[in-house]
């Protein structure tokens, strides 16, 4: 069993020297029972587990960067896909797999939801799935915003990984490009640990190898990277890193027109398991148009509060016209009608008016130009009626450009908890 290890040991050493890669050998030799990596004397345990802090890392990438072509390398059981799926800012979600079988299994996670015929999105969306490897060069995959790799390089044969930088950052050259795998540093820390985390994995980095790589890349194609941990160890474990790391790559010059990187008439080697087209309404208003409505919107709810609790307050309750957090005020009060204050502030912490309204320096410009409207001498908050408001707060039709589900919580705004701050915790929690 000795000269079949040392055998086996040499012969991947050789593969790896032909493409450059780097191997710990001593995972090599655990593979086969001779691992010499010490047991920690703790239970190693992840709250929550580490694959759904990787998934948050990419989401909370994908929501910073906004970006609007998605492509997920080695997608498998479209786990991350289903996810992205719910992001308003992506118009083209696709999956990669060298699986084929895989992909036919998951591929109705491709498909809309019943509540998504119900409620179109507001742009084009395609939903893509393609079998194919991430060593060979794909016309169609040209032109992506952000590219998705997620535990999938440490899978690779050493060809494969040799091929990677130049599809994926020569030809390809996405704006973004993020690359998750295993911290190998990490594995003296998992109980009676040998070989490695998963047995298709054909190597795993330490961060030192990992560094060296990724800087390697960057320099050769023009990307700046970074690097990140995800899932933190026990305290005491800090300079073994986090369990898995993270290298996000950015462009220092994006492909110009024209350039190979535009040009989709190349090699086509992927085999399309599906594609599907998500139901969308065609917007006719304009961005200013838009932006009122959302906003008239949004007064109606602050008024509708404000009125309910002046109502308490005349029957022998505190007649204050402030939400829970201060944000409405009283300002002026006549027989004819009473007028509140709401703060542009304000009216920018409900993301969907944030979705279609970019600042509050915008906002403050539609509101002005409008003649219904009144904004403040300052131009930091506008005047609403409440008697006005309250009485069109029943008619949906107005808030034609909000969703469903947004009309429904305004149904359940007859409640005196649904103030501004539960509004706004409701609305985040769609943003998934």
């Known amino acids: 069993m000795a000269e079949v290890t040392e055998v086996i040991e040499k012969v991947w050493q050789m593969l790896c020297e032909e493409s450059k890669v780097k191997v710990n050998v001593c995972h090599v030799r655990g593979l086969y029972g001779t691992s ?10 992840f709250t929550p587990p580490v694959s759904v802090q990787r998934y948050k890392a990419v989401k909370n990438m994908v929501k910073k960067l906004q970006p609007k072509k998605v492509l997920d390398m080695g997608c498998g059981e479209c786990c991350l ?8 800012s992506i118009e083209q979600l696709t999956g990669v797999d060298v699986d084929g079988d895989v992909l036919q299994a998951h591929r109705y996670l491709a498909k809309p939801l ?5 409620n179109p999105r507001s742009h084009p969306f395609i939903v893509s799935l393609y079998q194919g490897s991430i060593g060979e060069k794909d016309s169609r995959m040209l032109g992506y915003d952000l590219v998705l790799c997620v535990e999938i390089i440490e899978h690779l044969y050493p ?10 950052f020569g030809f390809m050259r996405p704006q973004t490009v993020v690359f998750t795998t295993p911290n190998a540093d990490f594995n003296v820390l998992f109980p009676d640990f040998q070989g490695f985390r998963h047995w298709d994995h054909k190597f795993e980095w330490s961060r030192e190898e990992f560094r060296s790589w990724g800087n390697q890349v960057a320099s050769d194609y023009g990307y700046t990277v970074t690097y990140e941990g995800i899932g933190a160890g026990p305290p005491g474990t800090e300079h073994l ?8 790559f950015t462009c220092k010059s994006p492909p110009k027109e024209g350039s190979r990187q535009h040009d989709c008439s190349g090699e086509t080697p992927y085999n399309l398991i599906c594609e599907v087209k998500y139901p969308h309404r065609a917007i006719t208003t304009t961005p ?6 959302e906003a008239t919107f949004y007064l109606r709810r602050l008024c509708h509060t404000a009125r309910q609790g002046h109502s308490e307050g005349e029957n022998g309750g505190s007649d ?21 204050s709401v703060s542009l502030e304000t009216l920018m912490k409900f993301s969907c008016l944030r979705r279609v309204c970019p600042s509050v320096e915008k906002l403050r410009e539609v509101l002005t130009s ?5 904004v403040s001498e300052d131009g930091e908050s506008v005047l609403c009626s409440i008697e006005d408001h309250a009485s069109e707060s029943g008619n949906q039709s107005d808030a034609s450009s909000t969703s469903e589900t947004e009309a429904q919580v305004y149904e359940r705004s007859d409640s005196k908890e649904s103030d501004l701050l539960s509004w706004q915790q409701q609305e985040e929690s769609w943003d998934w």
């Open 36 to 45: 010499t990596q010490a047991t920690p004397n703790f239970e190693l345990k």
């Open 370 to 374: 409008c003649e219904s409207m009144s």
């Open 81 to 88: 896909l289903r996810q992205l799926k719910h992001n308003d």
């Open 159 to 168: 060809d494969t990984l040799a091929a990677v930088p130049e599809v994926m």
């Open 114 to 118: 019943t509540w998504e015929y119900l």
């Open 320 to 340: 204050n016209l402030r939400s829970d957090d201060g944000t409405l005020k009283e300002i002026e009060e006549t027989e004819e009608e009473r007028m509140v």
């Open 288 to 293: 200013e148009e838009q932006i009122l409505k």
């Open 241 to 248: 890193g986090c369990c898995t790391q993270m290298a996000v």
